[in-house]
């Protein structure tokens, strides 16, 4: 499992950071949160395949979030994609697409699914594809799960923004535990579909006797799974908090340095020191700060500085850097 870093920048893209979007790498699959202007151009210089099973999740309609879906799918039309597209994202993102598909003929000839979270509904919109009158299927959400595959799945929660906005979590299941192929033949277990049953931690019966695999030191417990969490933009909020609980993996927008906390708290965005205290309260291993104002630019520096000074394992987004979640 590997993140991404493909725009780490607030509202205006500098010569070093493009604007916010972030890749997540997962067995083949990879999640995409935000869309910032030109992310196509990032996405090839990060080597990633345009023509995969891909999901994208959108925080909010703030331009520099969005403005890089349509080039982006513009490209995929270019090289006659195929592979399957999940996008999720606010209410309005199936008019959003829509128009770029009446306007400029945009063209998605490959399995697309638009997810519309309607959070006072507590559903999600369903359409498939771009057609005029797409076929509109309502789903219940439970528990702020919005997407469930059999390793993972996505949650989101509402933040607290100056336009409705989605922070997303990345959840792994629990995991097997290791298995050790000696302790099966030592029990004269042939290697076979048996072997298979037991990586999964479930008892098998062998010549009669129930093998308990656990109990055996066949496998290991299981392990728990990893869990990254997207906080999009947003001043610091308890949804995000218990959102994130526990992450592995916390990449906060960090788009100003205390000293203009004033502006962050007017403009419903957060301080690196704002990053670190959530990292710390929704007791998370590591912290990415992304989302920087154009302002800084060597001085970004001083923002990672202040967010370790309380949460030391703090870590500041560039541009193309890649951070493998063991
Ligand atoms: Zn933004
Ligand atoms: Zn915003």
């Not at 049953?197 to 009669?208: A, F, H, N, R, V």
């Not at 998370?284 to 800084?296: C, E, G, P, V």
């Amino acid at each position: 499992m590997e993140l991404v870093i493909l725009g780490s920048s607030a509202a205006t893209p500098i010569r070093e950071r493009n604007l916010s979007a972030i890749g997540l790498r997962y067995r083949g699959d990879l999640i995409l949160f935000d869309c910032g202007e030109d992310t196509q151009r990032r996405f090839i210089e990060a080597g990633l395949k345009l023509n995969k099973s891909l999901i994208i999740c959108i925080t909010h309609f703030h331009a520099d979030h969005i403005i890089g879906l349509p080039g982006l799918l513009f490209r995929f039309a270019l090289i006659e994609r195929n592979a399957s597209l999940r996008i999720f994202g606010p209410r309005n993102l199936f008019l959003y697409l829509y128009l770029h598909k009446k306007i400029l003929g945009l063209r998605t000839d490959y399995n697309l699914i638009i997810y519309e979270i309607d959070h006072e509904n507590n559903q999600l919109i369903q359409y498939h594809g771009l057609e005029s009158e797409p076929p509109i299927d309502k789903i219940d959400i439970e528990n702020g799960v919005i997407f469930e595959k059999n390793r993972y799945f996505l949650k989101y929660a509402l933040m607290k923004h100056s336009i409705t906005t989605y922070g997303y979590a990345f959840v792994e299941k629990p995991r097997y535990g290791k298995f050790h192929p000696e302790r099966a033949q030592d029990l004269g277990i042939p290697e076979s579909n048996l072997w298979k049953t037991l990586q999964t931690g479930k008892s098998i019966k062998y010549q009669g006797r129930i093998i308990n695999p656990i109990k055996e030191g066949i496998v290991d417990n299981e392990r728990p799974g990893r869990k990254i969490t997207y906080s999009g933009d947003t001043a610091p909020c308890q949804s995000l908090i218990e959102l994130g609980k526990d992450s592995d993996l916390l990449i906060h927008e960090s788009t100003f340095a205390k000293k203009l906390s004033d502006i962050a708290n007017e403009k419903l965005h957060s301080t690196s020191v704002d990053a670190a205290h959530d990292a710390v309260k929704m007791n998370a291993k590591k912290l990415i700060l992304t989302h920087i104002s154009a302002r800084y630019q060597e001085e970004a520096q001083k923002l990672l500085e202040e967010a370790r000074a309380i949460f030391p394992n703090t870590f500041l987004a560039q541009d193309l850097m890649t951070i493998k979640i063991e």
